[in-house]
């Protein structure tokens, strides 16, 4: 079993920056996929960013070159780096691996960005 936990959200102002922590622990070998997405109210989830073990990133459009994410494969932990917060990117963010077919999700973390 694969579990995860996020910290670092929170109420910023428009402008503002965030950096959000998550830690995996258990059975998770080092060729996963991890991630983050978030989820608005009365939204579907959706992929903010996703960071393979080789470095590689990808990111939604809505977020490119304001956020960035990054891990440690040695201390199986992925953070995202959030800059010039928007209204808009207020959400319930979510730390996510996929690991041998198979999805794990942290619990979430609420981002409140206000105007």
């Known amino acids: 079993q694969v579990q995860l936990v996020e910290s670092g959200g929170g109420l910023v102002q428009a402008g503002g920056s965030l950096r959000l922590s998550c830690a995996a622990s258990?059975?998770?070998?080092?060729?996963?996929?991890m991630g983050w997405y978030r989820q608005a109210p009365e939204k579907q989830r959706e992929l903010v960013a996703v960071?393979?073990?080789?470095?590689?990133?990808n990111y939604a459009d809505s977020v490119k070159g304001r956020f960035t994410i990054s891990r440690d494969n040695a201390k199986n932990t992925v953070n995202l780096e959030m800059n010039s917060l928007k209204p808009d990117d207020t959400a319930v963010y979510y730390c996510?691996?996929?690991?041998?077919?198979?999805?794990?999700w942290g619990q979430g973390t609420q981002v409140t960005v206000s105007s």
């Open positions: 996510n691996t996929l690991y041998r077919f198979k999805n794990y």
């Open positions: 258990g059975s998770l070998g080092s060729d996963n996929i």
């Open positions: 960071i393979v073990s080789t470095g590689v990133t």
